[in-house]
């Protein structure tokens, strides 16, 4: 069973998401553990302040070394080891999904988030591991990040869901995005359910999926198609699509 730890100022917060839906639901059937931490308990002072100004001058306040190192050693000591130890920052590496992969892998994750202007940077090198990114832009905290690294990376360990293939033929698990996704009534505001999906062909249904997936990476996210693991029918599909486009065009 993976068990996630969450070192934040807000556990409040991160618990109330991680209890809802299906992470919650996982966790209640002991699949998975998320635990979260107040780093405050760990301030050693009268008032739990964690933060401080920034040495060499400048806005805003940093969280003090101390207090977090405090609080991941006390999870180590709780596991009897140390997990892997990852900070939630703007300047980290940008989340994916084959980093999720590759996290789902772990047995013990810690996942620290910073406030204010940041960590002191002595914490993140005597005690990161690496650190994340949930995309090129600022937050008020680690929290948002943490939260979403914690789901996704939840949600691909087993038992979570119902069926490996829940998650394997979603978006960017296998490098390309999803096909569409249709459901009841079979016809709606004059749009009906493509007739593939309703033959009971399953050999059909598939290639339609996958070639849909091609179209949707295409023309929505063309970057993807240069690292994603594509077959000589895919490159073949793909081609004769750019030709159409060409010929639409009048090139």
Not at 38 to 52: E, F, L, P, S, T
Not at 177 to 206: F, Q
Request: charged share 25%; net charge negative; glycine share 8%.
């Amino acid at each position: 069973m993976m068990r996630i730890d969450i070192a934040t100022l807000f556990p409040v917060m991160c618990r109330t998401v991680m209890d809802e839906s299906i992470i919650g639901r996982a966790q209640r059937a002991g699949y998975i553990e998320v635990n979260c931490h107040n780093i405050r308990d760990y301030a050693g002072n009268k008032h739990n302040r964690v933060d401080d100004n920034l040495y060499g001058g400048g806005k805003g306040m940093v969280m003090e070394p101390g207090p977090l190192y405090a609080c991941c050693t006390e999870i180590c000591n709780q596991l009897g080891k140390r997990p892997k130890i990852i900070y939630m920052s703007p300047q980290g590496e940008v989340f994916t999904q084959k980093k999720a992969i590759e996290l789902s892998k772990e047995e013990n994750i810690l996942l620290v988030c910073g406030h204010y202007e940041g960590v002191d940077q002595r914490f993140i090198d005597e005690m990161v591991d690496e650190e994340l990114s949930i995309g090129d832009y600022v937050l008020t905290g680690g929290e948002l990040g943490a939260l979403v690294v914690a789901d996704a990376v939840s949600r691909l360990c087993e038992g979570v869901l119902a069926d490996p293939a829940c998650f394997m033929e979603e978006s960017h698990y296998g490098g390309l995005l999803e096909h569409p996704h249709y459901t009841h009534p079979a016809a709606w505001h004059d749009r009906e359910v493509p007739p593939v999906l309703l033959s009971g062909h399953h050999a059909n249904i598939i290639r339609w999926r996958r070639e849909k997936a091609l179209e949707n990476t295409l023309h929505k996210r063309p970057d993807m198609l240069l690292k994603a693991p594509l077959t000589a029918g895919d490159k073949k599909y793909l081609i004769a699509l750019l030709q159409k486009k060409d010929e639409d065009d009048g090139v």
